[in-house]
């Protein structure tokens, strides 16, 4: 009985994630968990990044660049559904310039170097008036049209943005499910424990520097393609925002660094709870429930939520063990 209800109960929940808009439900409610799915999927881009042992304090540069490279492809004529992806390309493009940097960087020095990046990024939209408008920003980009040919019309209003960010983020958990049980996720997790020694073992760091950058800049600006869609205008100080380089590190950190859900659920549900407990009637302490967040995290929970939960092994990362890591 036990097993019907809990089947049942997963069939009534994916059926009001995959067909909310079939139930009535309302517009608003559609874009706030469209919006949630974003930060779920920044956060676990974030992790990933941090999974192979590099810190960012500058993933505000890959979103801001998806964003502005989605918005001037949807300008000039090119589908907002194709310029997503184009917003993607120009953000795991523009991941190559700090990549580079993080082969001579590690710890605080990169994440400073991260944080200078994006703000490099900001300088050069603001200041660039004839390709990103300056500080007044680009205005007027389409929203995600509806496709047509489809039985029901998933691409209806906000419902489009609602899909492709849950696609966004199911697709960026696959991934960082992948990384985990690959020979990439073991080269990873060695060089974040012990780079040097991973080194003298035959591990190419600078190669899989290189490719953590990639792999977590891709969803980023992909994200950030969507979110100019979504609201239809970008400027430096909105996409280039601080909030999206440190919300990720504070929503992966109270989820638990390194795990798959934890970023994710964490990110939805501080999110949520920012938005629809602290907006509504204490606008001012909105960023209430992320500074609890890293109190928590600090003081109480340094493994984060997932430390009050036994994951099953196969879901856990793969890390060295002691005795492999001992001097011979």
């Excluded at 499910?177 to 060089?191: C, M, N, T, Y």
């Excluded at 407990?277 to 204490?282: D, E, K, N, S, V």
């Excluded at 960023?287 to 340094?302: E, G, N, R, S, T």
Aim: charge should be positive; proline fraction near 6%.
């Amino acid at each position: 009985m036990t097993g019907a209800v809990r089947l049942g109960a997963g069939i009534v929940f994916a059926t009001l994630l995959l067909f909310p808009h079939l139930s009535g439900f309302h517009p608003y409610y559609l874009y706030l968990l469209s919006t949630a799915f974003l930060w779920g999927t920044l956060a676990t881009s974030w992790n990933l990044l941090a999974y192979a042992g590099q810190i960012s304090f500058g993933h505000a540069a890959f979103f801001g660049l998806g964003a502005y490279g989605a918005a001037l492809a949807s300008l000039q004529g090119l589908s907002p559904w194709w310029a997503v992806g184009v917003g993607g390309i120009v953000g795991a493009a523009g991941a190559v310039g700090i990549g580079i940097v993080s082969l001579r960087l590690k710890g605080a020095y990169l994440a400073l170097a991260t944080l200078a990046y994006a703000e490099i990024w900001r300088g050069i939209a603001l200041n660039w008036t004839g390709l990103t408008g300056g500080g007044s920003g680009l205005i007027g980009i389409p929203a995600l049209p509806a496709l047509a040919g489809l039985p029901v019309d998933f691409t209806r209003g906000h419902a489009g943005g609602y899909y492709l960010s849950l696609g966004f983020l199911l697709a960026v958990l696959a991934l960082f499910a992948g990384v985990l049980r690959s020979r990439v996720g073991l080269a990873f997790s060695a060089i974040r424990e012990e780079e040097e020694r991973a080194g003298l073992l035959g591990v190419p760091s600078r190669r899989y520097k290189l490719l953590a950058f990639a792999l977590t800049a891709f969803p980023t600006a992909l994200s950030g393609g969507l979110y100019a869609h979504t609201i239809g205008v970008v400027e430096p100080d909105l996409v280039f925002s601080r909030s999206f380089s440190i919300l990720p590190l504070v929503m992966a950190a109270f989820g638990g660094l390194h795990t798959l859900w934890g970023p994710a659920v964490a990110a939805l549900g501080l999110y949520l709870s920012s938005e629809l407990l602290f907006h509504p009637y204490a606008p001012a302490l909105h960023q209430i429930p992320y500074a609890l967040a890293l109190i928590a995290v600090v003081l109480y929970l340094p493994g984060g939520l997932a430390s009050l939960f036994q994951l099953p092994p196969r879901l856990r990362p793969p890390a060295l063990s002691r005795k492999r890591r001992a001097h011979p």
